[in-house]
């Protein structure tokens, strides 16, 4: 069955069959039905409010898009890609079942404004969606940092063994980073949950409409100032995408280092078999899939976000036909990002801590260097003079092949006389660790604090 088109007015020759296929966005767009049918609804209420439709008019279009809901719902719903997109599918549809009052609905209307408000109520629910999942994984985070406050691990710059620090507070600056992801989303929410409808094809329309009425029915808290800029700006899924991109980025840093751990040469965690895959052909493998393909999808989302930067950066005013291409990038954005964040969250609370490992990994290295260092500080000597007598001492290590804390005070005095025997305390992991008690100290006291501060946060 083929029905003619609400544009076909104009038009002499039938449209192209490619040239339907290729323009047509019913295929993806169709996700957004929910959200076409609470505008339209919205739309039509607030037409009759302001007198252009009548009540009984307006009920009809209601009750007409609710029942089109439940089709689609059901899956009973009949998408033709001769209607090319949602909203003109859900039109037809309406006036199929109702009659010449659903031809109404469009008036004061345009498929510009229809599809930018679509896009934002969407874009609202997932925001809010996507934040509860955060604060899902921070939660998780959060949990295994108090467990782990007092375990030591080796904390790196250069991916070389620094300072011991504790691995609690190591998974508490993911948690950092993934707050700040949450305000960022906050933050955005703001501009998306602005309403565009009213601006119409690009300039405004000449009915008596209340766009203020309309807003309230959708809940927006603002309604878009200019019409222009409501139908064709899309800086809102960009600012969205550039988050998301912000959100995997850090996500892929944190799977770069499960990854590690999980290896045979760190071997600090062990991943629950329920989150690893095998090798088909080496029956000794498991491997860390979920960090892997986490790691790889990012480039996806970096991807899409370059995708809309570039839809967008050519465009005149008002609305043009490229927009049309924001939703594959969009929805995919938000998938990818749904997903990634779930099985993380799902993930984190499995993680097995390998503590002896971490902390027999966090001996080596000299990594309590920077402790004798500031202990001959506290003596009396200068940094730079301590840093240098620091050095021999581990040169000395070096050559003899054992560690810092294995030398007895006769070696050690060798280097400075301002070494007595309290120096051990201070070679200690957990002397380091408990050394650096403030605010954002490795401390283990430090971690449960800041483990309370953010459970609270959240
Ligand atoms: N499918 C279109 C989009 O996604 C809807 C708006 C079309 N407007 C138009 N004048 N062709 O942007």
Redesign the pocket.
């Known amino acids: 069955m083929d029905l003619e088109k609400p544009w076909g007015g104009r038009f002499t020759a039938p449209t192209n069959s490619f040239v339907e296929a290729f323009t047509a966005?019913v295929n993806f767009?169709q996700r957004l039905y929910e959200y076409d049918i609470k505008g339209s609804i919205a739309h039509a209420t607030m037409l009759a409010h302001v007198g252009v439709l009548t009540d009984i008019e307006c009920q009809k279009i209601v009750d007409g898009l609710n029942e089109i809901e439940q089709e689609i719902a059901d899956g009973t719903f009949n998408w033709l890609e001769s209607l090319?997109?949602?909203?003109m599918n859900i039109e037809t549809r309406l006036t199929q079942k109702i009659g010449v009052i659903g031809k109404k609905l469009h008036t004061g209307r345009?498929?510009?404004d229809?599809?930018a408000t679509d896009i934002r109520l969407y874009l609202r629910d997932e925001i809010d969606i996507i934040s509860q999942q955060l604060i899902r994984l921070i939660t998780a985070l959060v949990e295994l940092a108090k467990c782990e406050a007092n375990t030591i691990m080796p904390g790196f710059t250069h991916l070389q063994s620094a300072q011991p620090i504790t691995f609690g507070h190591h998974l508490l600056a993911w948690c950092e980073m993934l707050m700040r992801d949450k305000q960022r989303l906050q933050d955005c929410q703001k501009r998306v949950n602005t309403m565009p409808l009213g601006a119409a094809?690009l300039a405004g329309t000449s009915y008596p409409i209340d766009r203020d009425y309309t807003a309230k029915l959708l809940g927006f808290d603002a309604i878009a100032q200019n019409s222009l800029d409501a139908v064709s700006d899309r800086d809102f899924a960009i600012e969205f995408t550039s988050i998301a991109s912000i959100i995997m980025m850090h996500l892929s840093r944190f799977s770069e280092e499960l990854v590690l751990w999980s290896s045979a040469q760190f071997n600090f965690i062990e991943l629950s078999d329920a989150f690893c895959t095998g090798s088909s052909i080496m029956p000794q493998k498991k491997n860390p899939d979920i960090p892997e393909l986490v790691r790889g999808k990012t480039g996806r989302v970096y991807g899409h976000l370059t995708c809309l930067l570039t839809l967008m950066k050519s465009q005149p005013l008002a609305?043009n036909?490229d927009?049309?291409e924001?939703?594959e990038p969009l929805f995919d954005t938000v998938d990818t990002l749904k997903g990634s964040l779930r099985v993380y969250a799902d993930m984190i609370p499995s993680l097995e801590v390998k503590r002896d490992n971490m902390r027999n990994a966090a001996k080596l290295g000299f990594t309590t260097a920077t402790d004798l260092a500031d202990y001959l500080v506290r003596k009396g000597v200068a940094f730079r003079d301590s840093h240098e007598i620091v050095g021999t001492a581990v040169r000395y290590c070096i050559d003899n092949n054992c560690e810092l804390d294995s030398l007895n005070l006769e070696t050690l005095q060798t280097f400075s006389p301002h070494i007595n025997d309290d120096v051990y305390e201070v070679l200690t992991l957990e002397g380091s660790v408990s050394a650096r008690n403030h605010i954002g100290g490795t401390a283990p006291n430090q971690v449960i604090s800041a483990a309370n501060r953010l459970a609270k946060l959240i």
């Open positions: 966005s767009d090319e997109d949602v909203h345009s498929r510009n229809q599809i094809a609305y036909k927009n049309q924001d939703k």
